[in-house]
């Protein structure tokens, strides 16, 4: 039965919208989020599901029973979400309308779900609809990476390697590190959503041994298109998009996170550039890459006080290096270990008067004080990117356990012949679906410059990292006993999975600082 999407999602935007706009009073257009962390979080995360559920009405018509289902647990989940703050805000009534909640009521029935989980079993998952060109980019990448990425995947994650050197030469003979770098400086141009397919399909294999290649060439080539000299463009941007070089993102150190502002890793002028002395954090692939995008203090406190530098530095393949410059300047690295996302290997590091020259400095002169602004430029199309990683890794759970429920048998039947199964399993692709649908609408609205597209990219990553958290985890339940050996690849997924509500923006900061402050001091509700 097909339900009506586009009801369920007016009515979950009305309800979203009313909790934006309350919210929106209450923290004085955002100005005071700190007093109201809680409404504004779960303001945030409703909007987000309202905004999921925008897109869910407008997937393509093959995904129309998918996509009813997802709409409706979303919609069913928004009122409980909104309940602990409704007479904060003095939202009345969050029941919806009879006719709106007999849709989700049909799209929350066991059976619906669990014809999905059924289909899933016997057909696999039904392919998000595309053009001819994207649909070509996905079905090369698939094949790529099921050839170059996948064989590697459970060698590196169970032996803490890095990322075989193959793999990145591979990708950049096809281009992926140019997706959505601009012809002109050496890219492919073919945007932002033939990048995020690139991205699954690769995440699919592998979330570190091939998935989050791209991640760190798109941080730094957004933050350079916002803020580069016309001259750091044309001699960075071709080198990023063809994998000439590889580059690291060092933002955190090791007691500054999410307060960004206040770091405290130093630049300081010296003759010809610059010298940076202090520690980073988690800084991830920093061994294997050939220049770091580093955020160091250069003037006062605050995030008018930091600025953005290029560094270059030598390769290394191991867990921990020491480089030293002809001038005296050191870095060292070691990398921490991790329970997943093995392949990138993630850095604590320690740079003493480690020179850069001035032309590294981005932006120029007029960039001195303007890192944190291109650095969070950068992150924004790093968030995007990462929703789509998060897609990846999901949908290699759904495979996976499809696959698994099929063949194991218990009571004399398939697993997967047992509604409990089908049901969970419908949930897992229906979830999924949801997921692909927002960070596919964020990709776009990158591609159509849209002045919402940094709030969007914001709120794919918040809901396609927990639905990949939630979904390897049902996956890892219907493998029993077995989802928990190493020896099945669902206790990878799980392991990755955890990372990434963590990094680029921590999920409760993601929904108080970026989307939460995106919404409330818009002029109109998303
Ligand atoms: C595997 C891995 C790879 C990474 N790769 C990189 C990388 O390549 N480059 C890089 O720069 N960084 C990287 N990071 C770092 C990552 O971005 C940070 O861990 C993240 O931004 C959070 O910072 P933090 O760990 O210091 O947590 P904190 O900032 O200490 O936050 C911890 C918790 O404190 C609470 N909290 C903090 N501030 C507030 C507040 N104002 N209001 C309410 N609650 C608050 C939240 O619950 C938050 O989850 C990586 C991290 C990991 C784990």
Redesign the pocket.
């Known amino acids: 039965m097909a339900l009506n999407r586009q009801r369920i999602a007016d009515a979950t935007r009305e309800l979203a919208d009313r909790a934006i706009v309350a919210a929106r009073a209450l923290t004085n257009g955002g100005a005071g989020i ?1 007093g109201h ?1 809680v409404v504004v979080d779960r303001v945030a995360y409703a909007a987000t599901e309202a905004r999921a559920i925008t897109e869910l009405a407008a997937a393509p018509a093959v995904l129309a029973e998918i996509a009813g289902v997802a709409a409706a647990e979303l919609a069913a989940a928004i009122p409980y979400r909104l309940a602990p703050i409704a007479a904060l805000l003095e939202l009345g009534d969050l029941r919806y309308p009879d006719a709106v909640a007999a849709e989700i009521a049909a799209g929350l029935a066991p059976a619906a779900v669990e014809a999905i989980g059924a289909t899933a079993i016997a057909a696999g998952t039904p392919a998000w609809p595309l053009d001819e060109m994207l649909a070509e980019v996905r079905a090369n990448v698939r094949a790529f990476a099921e050839r170059e990425v996948a064989p590697h995947a459970e060698r590196i994650h169970h032996h803490d390697e890095l990322v075989p050197e193959r793999v990145i030469s591979e990708m950049s003979k096809l281009g992926y590190f140019g997706l959505s770098i601009p012809e002109s400086y050496g890219g492919t141009e073919l945007g932002n959503l033939a990048m995020i397919l690139t991205t699954e399909e690769l995440s699919r294999a592998s979330l570190a041994g091939g998935g989050s290649l791209i991640t ?1 060439p798109e941080i730094l080539a957004k933050a350079l298109l916002a803020g580069g000299t016309e001259e750091q463009k044309q001699t960075w941007l071709p080198r990023l998009a063809s994998g000439e070089i590889m580059a ?5 150190e090791p007691n ?4 960004v502002a206040s770091l405290t890793c130093k630049a300081e002028r010296v003759d010809g550039g610059w010298a940076i002395t202090g520690a ?7 061994g294997r890459a050939d220049v770091i995008a580093l955020l160091a203090r250069t003037g006062g406190g605050g995030a008018r006080g930091l600025t953005l530098f290029i560094v270059d530095k030598p390769r290394f393949l191991g867990h921990d290096f020491d480089a030293a410059q002809p001038g005296g300047g050191t870095l060292t690295g070691k990398a921490d270990r ?1 329970p997943g ?1 093995r392949g ?1 290997h ?1 850095f604590t590091l320690a740079f003493e008067n480690w020179r850069v020259p001035d032309a590294q400095l981005v932006g120029g002169e007029a960039g001195i004080g303007r890192g944190f602004a291109l650095q969070m430029a950068g992150f924004a199309a790093g968030r995007l990117q990462t929703g789509g990683r998060a897609c990846g890794l999901a949908q290699a759970a759904v495979d996976h356990t499809a696959r698994y429920v099929g063949e194991r048998t218990q009571f004399g039947r398939p697993i997967g012949d047992y509604g409990l199964t089908r049901y969970h399993l419908g949930r897992m692709v229906s979830r999924l679906t949801a997921a692909r649908g927002i960070t596919y609408a964020g990709a776009r609205a990158f591609d159509d410059h849209a002045a919402d597209a940094v709030t969007l990219a914001a709120m794919s990553k918040l809901f396609a990292c927990d639905v990949a958290v939630e979904v390897t985890q049902l996956g890892q339940l219907l493998h029993g006993g077995w989802g928990y050996a190493e020896e099945y690849p669902i206790s990878r997924y799980v392991a990755d999975a955890q ?1 990434l509500p ?8 993601l929904a ?2 970026v989307i939460g402050r995106g919404l409330l001091a818009r002029a109109a509700p998303m």
Do not use: H, N
């Not at 980073?280 to 920093?286: E, V, Y």
């Open positions: 700190d962390q760190r690291a993102i060092s933002v955190t500054v996170g999410s307060d980073k954090a988690w800084c991830t692939f920093a991790t996302y990138m993630s990372v963590i990094f680029e923006g921590v999920k409760p900061i108080l600082k």
